[in-house]
Structure formats: C-alpha cells, structure tokens
C-alpha cells in the first residue's frame, strides 16, 4: 500500500491549466506505482516518440500514469496530446518556467511510488522502466536511479559523474576530465549524480526534501536535487540495462547557444554557492577558467573548431553566470505573450 504522504499534491501558482484526459472512470487520488513525467517546450514530435515509446515499453504488471507538463508551447503539443493521446493528463502552462520549477510541480502532481522524469526528447528503449524501477525495489535507500543514455545511432553518452568539487576541475586541467565520469560498466553502481533526461525518483524521498530547488533554472538543477538526497542519507544509482535514447535537439542559433551557455555557468555558480566554501569556489573557478582558455587555445589553431562557443565558456566562467541567459529569456517570451493578450 502507498502512504498518503507519497501522493500528496502541493498547490501550483496558478499559471498552470490542468487537463486531465486520463482514461474514463480512474479516480486521480489513488496511488499508481509509476508516474511518468515528462515536461515539453515546443517539441511535439519528439512528444509524440516519447509518448509512443512510453506506450510500447511500459511494464504491464505495473499500475501507472503519464502525465506531461507542457511548458507554455506554441506549436500545438497541447493540441496534438488531447487528439493522439487521450490517456494523457496535461498540466499546460501559461508562462514558461524553469526545469527545476517544473520538475518539482510533476513530482507533487504525481500518484505514483515511483516517478519517472524524462524530456520530450527522451525515448524509452525496451525493460528501460522495469530496470529502474528493479534497482529501487531491490536497494531501500536508493532516491534515484538514472538510465545510460544513448544517441540516436546507439553510441552510449556520458550521463552519471562524480559530484563537482576541485579534485574534479584539477582532473579537466590536466585533460583527464573523463575521470569524473561514472557512467561505466555493466552492473548497478552507485554514483554521485545521473543526467534527469531519465532518472527514476523515489518520490517519497524527493518530498522528504522538498523536491527541487526552483533557484535552479535549468542545468546542475539535478545535480543539486541528487547532492541533498545524498546529504539526507540516500543513495544514487546508475543503472546500464536501463537505456533511453536521447536526441537532445538543442538549436544552432548562436544567440540561443550563448544562452545555454550562460545558463550552464549560472546553475554550477549557484551549485558551488551552496554547496562549496570559497576556497573550494575560488580554486574551481581557476581550474575551470584555465580548462577553457587552453580549450579556446587549441580550436584556434584547429581550422574549423567553434571558437566563439569555448571563448564564450571562459568568459562566462569567470563572469558566473552573468548577462542573458535561459531565464531572461523565458522572462521575455512570457512579457511578449501578456502584451499580445492584452493587445
């Protein structure tokens, strides 16, 4: 039986519509044993594979729920759920968030035991949710347990790491960098964190904690959810038989690059912050801040490298974050959408 406290639902801002579409005669207060929850920007076909994935894929000995928070789109995602996907129950918000703020509403909306976080341009390959939800259910302590990911053409990504700190910034200096890498082998492993693109949350854990930080934007959201679940005595698992392929369709506009870029930096400041004194901070950004300025060294010499993309890393390395980012933008979407409604 699932306790009260694992489905309890905190209330949202207001700026969300709910539109329950699950299937006719289920009653939303009961207890599932897996929440899919999937959040989506403007990416309706990668929707749809997700959804598609998630139907083919499911455990059928488990009772379980999708929800999608649909991240104020405008290329009729909401519209293409309610005609293909009907089971769907759709959070569709009026201002765009951030992933962190997202993420948090998903995991307080949700019934189920467990909660499946995943992108739109996440796709479920087959046992991938029975895997993860097998490592929860055999280790009581483990939060979260996080899928290899691929690429489309089957190449394994890098997705589990060591908790930033300077043993990991000196290791980049001396191009070693890969060392921080956990995502290896072919058993269940502990880890310090795993990439959200696919991670099972326990969610009673997750609420032990108060679910993400909304300080977080997007990027080291989930490495800071991870780090307090482990400072509260959980652990983290990667779990290999587990994959989901991840397109990480990111556009080549280079303004919509300089964004992420100085939203990436902003997240590890503002992880550092909190988690890190200054000496560690200082030493950090000193490792890093070297680690792209020999990067940015190499791509000049390199005919064809993108040396605007390392010198853009360096500058923001030292800057923290600083300039418009991935919020600002948001921020701007949301004022021109207010001013075209009151027009």
């Not at 307080?108 to 035991?113: F, K, L, Q, V």
């Not at 400072?231 to 397109?247: E, K, S, T």
């Not at 950090?284 to 010499?301: E, I, S």
């Amino acid at each position: 039986m699932i306790s009260q406290d694992d489905r309890s639902p905190r209330p949202d801002d207001g700026s969300a519509r709910h539109a329950d579409t699950s299937a006719a005669g289920v009653d939303r207060r009961e207890a599932v044993d897996l929440s899919y929850c999937v959040v989506n920007t403007n990416g309706r076909e990668l929707l749809a594979a997700c959804l598609a994935a998630i139907e083919r894929t499911h455990p059928r000995e488990l009772t379980h729920e999708v929800i999608v928070l649909d991240n104020a789109s405008t290329d009729g995602s909401v519209a293409m759920l309610s005609e293909r996907f009907p089971g769907v129950s759709v959070i569709a918000l009026d201002k765009r968030r951030g992933k962190a703020e997202n993420d948090s509403q998903l995991l307080a909306s949700a019934r189920g035991r467990y909660c499946l976080l995943l992108n739109e341009d996440s796709e479920l390959l087959p046992g991938a949710a029975a895997a993860l939800v097998a490592a929860l259910e055999a280790d009581p302590r483990a939060a979260a347990a996080g899928a290899q990911l691929v690429a489309p053409d089957g190449t394994p990504q890098a997705c589990a790491w060591r908790l930033p700190g300077v043993l990991w910034a000196l290791a980049a200096v001396c191009g070693l960098q890969r060392l921080a890498v956990q995502s290896k082998g072919n058993r269940v492993r502990e880890v310090g964190w795993c990439q959200s693109s696919a991670l099972l949350v326990r969610r009673r854990a997750a609420a032990e904690i108060g679910f993400l930080d909304r300080e977080f934007f997007v990027y080291s959201d989930e490495t800071d959810f991870q780090k307090r679940l482990r400072d509260a005595g959980w652990r983290i698992l990667f779990v290999p038989r587990a994959r989901c392929v991840h397109h990480d369709q990111l556009s080549t506009d280079p303004h919509a690059m300089r964004r992420r870029i100085v939203e990436f930096h902003r997240g590890r400041s503002l992880y550092m912050r909190k988690h890190h004194g200054p000496l560690t901070r200082a030493l950090w950004r000193a490792a890093w801040t070297w680690f792209y300025c020999v990067r940015l060294l190499v791509a000049c010499l390199r005919r064809g490298d993108d040396t605007r993309r390392w010198r853009l890393h360096a500058w923001q390395q030292l800057l923290g974050g600083r300039g418009e980012g991935l919020r600002e933008a948001a921020a701007a979407f949301n004022r021109s959408r207010a001013a075209a409604a009151d027009g």
